[in-house]
């Protein structure tokens, strides 16, 4: 099975493919850098998305990644990774065992909501605003601007906003589906320009 | 979970929605952990989502334009009343209009709104379902009070409360938080033209992620006082 190199990886370099496999977690136990570097850059931006949705503190977020990795690179070493063909789900899975500890350390700690009381979202360190320089900025935009005004005010008050999206959708008079296939829609025509603009790679080839 | 099934139910756009519920927002993090495509996809719309959030913000060009709207040239018949001929009476008259509502009519609300007064009240449970309605008789125009009874649940970081006409338009929306103490929040209507009839209260919970859910909907009589 071939997996994505993600976008990081696109600074100064061309997209590699790598298999999830045995001869990957070998790679991965021997301390290969660039499987290594591989493996870190992949999970790291899934992981990212999956506790920013739990998570407010991106001190809290860059935490529990950094315990996640630690894990599993331990149970590398000691050969527990049995099927290296579902190293992802092994991932995710230590990574909801990470957050349920978290979860009950903080309920230990007398904070009911273990998120009560932490910092917003730190919106600025956000891995993808790293690797998504200016170009990517660009295509962003040139999404946008094809978009109709009401639609561009309806993700700002949705996703810069962060407003009630029943509220907004009652607002706009529209639906949810409406605001969901929205956004399906700005993301395909997102992911045409993304991978028109990579000449090496076909985006058959990252998708096979 | 199905491949198949997380694209045709557009899971990737629910799930950075906050539309999933536990479970699914699980079986779905399983599914883009193993699937490459989903992946690829997740991190794309996320992606874009972020590069949004700084392109949105930026100033739209809606000043410019405002500024480069022509001023219109003034014309002798339009402006006439200016003159100083005209004006100075006019001024005169709205300086007693002012000095008369500063030195009456402001002073006479003002010393309204310091007495203590009792309001007409109403207490609606959210949760209880059936029954009849309690009802709430009010002068026209005059506020009243509304004590609303929500079981604290810890789920929830705030409760945002829908008041809903007896046409079913929305009145208001009230957003307070949720206290795991408080099971009873006192809400002061202000006083409007209303009509007579029954009136919904909607209350919704809202986690600290942003998903939203109903929690209870209740409803007053609403008569209004000859």
């Known amino acids: 099975m071939l997996y994505w190199l993600p976008f990081r990886g696109l600074r100064g370099k061309s997209l590699q493919f790598e298999s999830f496999d045995d001869a990957y977690v ?42 996640t990795f630690t894990r599993v690179l331990t149970a590398l070493q000691n050969g ?9 789900p092994y991932v995710n899975s230590i990574c ?12 230990r700690d007398g904070c009911v909501n273990p998120e009560d009381g932490q910092d917003p979202p730190d919106e600025s360190a956000d891995v993808f605003a790293l690797l998504s320089a200016k170009q ?6 040139n999404v946008l601007d094809k978009l109709p005004e009401r639609d561009r005010r309806l993700l700002r008050e949705v996703f810069l906003e962060e407003r009630d999206k029943d509220e907004v959708c009652r607002d706009f008079g529209v639906d949810r589906d409406y605001l969901r296939v929205l956004l399906y829609r700005a993301k395909q025509a997102f992911k045409s320009l993304y991978f028109n603009g990579i ?10 | 979970m199905d491949h198949a099934e997380v694209v045709r139910q557009k899971l990737t756009e629910q799930y950075l929605l906050h539309e999933l519920d536990s479970q699914q927002r699980d079986e779905f993090e399983e599914h883009f952990f193993d699937c490459r495509v989903c992946a690829l996809d997740l991190r794309l719309a996320s992606t874009f989502i972020e590069q949004s959030k700084s392109l949105l913000a930026e100033p739209t060009d809606t000043t410019a334009v ?10 002798a018949g339009r402006f006439a009343w200016l003159r100083p001929a005209l004006a100075v009476p006019a001024l005169a008259f709205l300086l007693i209009i002012v000095a008369y509502q500063n030195l009456v009519t402001y002073p006479r609300l003002e010393q309204a ?4 007064q009792i309001l007409p009240w109403a207490s609606l449970n959210t949760r209880t379902r059936g029954g009849s309605s309690p009802v709430i008789t009010v002068p026209r125009g005059r506020s009243f009070l509304l004590f609303v009874n929500i079981p604290p649940d810890n789920l929830y970081a705030r409760y945002i409360a829908d008041l809903y006409n007896p046409a079913g338009k929305l009145e208001w929306s009230l ?13 002061q209507v202000p006083g409007a033209d209303r009509e007579a009839g029954t009136y919904t209260l909607a209350v919704r919970g809202v986690t600290a992620t942003g998903e939203s859910k109903e929690v209870g909907r209740t409803s007053l009589e609403l008569q209004i006082q000859k």
């Not at chain 1, 021997?30 to 790291?44: C, I, K, L, N, P």
């Not at chain 1, 909801?96 to 979860?103: D, G, K």
């Not at chain 1, 000449?199 to 096979?208: F, Q």
């Open chain 1, 96 to 107: 909801n065992h990470v957050l349920q500890e978290h979860y009950r350390a903080a309920s």
């Open chain 2, 113 to 116: 709104l310091n007495r203590p």
């Open chain 1, 26 to 67: 070998e790679r991965l136990r021997a301390g290969d850098f660039r499987t290594q570097e591989h493996f870190v850059a992949y999970f790291s931006d899934l992981i990212q998305i999956k506790l920013r949705s739990r998570l407010r503190s991106q001190e809290g977020i860059d935490d529990l990644r950094q315990e």
């Open chain 1, 80 to 88: 527990n990774i049995l099927h290296p063909d579902r190293l992802g």
């Open chain 1, 199 to 208: 000449d090496n790679d076909p985006p058959a080839a990252a998708l096979a």
């Open chain 2, 175 to 187: 957003t307070f938080p949720a206290a795991s103490a408080q099971d009873q929040w006192p809400v």
């Open chain 2, 66 to 75: 405002a500024v480069r709207i022509p001023v219109p040239v003034e014309t």
């Open chain 1, 136 to 141: 990517t900025g660009e295509k962003v935009r």
